[in-house]
């Protein structure tokens, strides 16, 4: 399995400011950002798997929605999961 407790835990400490805290906007795109990743990379070799390229793409849709979110409520907090994950380039 790609995700384990650990790395979910990790990313949530990172990004959530604890463990316990992984409702935060910051550690569901962070989240998100980790699975975008790995099923791009699973894609790279399967380019026939198409119910994986459709959950990639519901999953950069839930990304952009949350990114969205968070610029209106607080930019600085949005600027910031931009840098810290490298989102724009």
Same mark, same amino acid.
């Given at each position: 399995m790609y995700l384990t407790l650990e790395k979910k835990q990790q990313l949530f400490k990172k990004y959530g400011k604890s463990e316990k805290n992984t409702g935060s906007a910051e550690s569901q795109i962070a989240l998100f950002s980790f699975r975008i990743n790995h099923l791009t990379e699973h894609l790279k070799v399967n380019k026939k798997d198409f119910s994986t390229q459709l959950? /990639?793409?519901?999953?950069?849709?839930?990304?952009r929605r949350l990114l969205d979110y968070l610029k209106d409520r607080?930019?600085?907090r949005y600027r910031k999961v /931009?840098?810290?994950l490298n989102l724009r380039k």
């Open positions: 959950a /990639l793409l519901k999953l950069v849709g839930k990304r607080d930019i600085e /931009l840098g810290e």
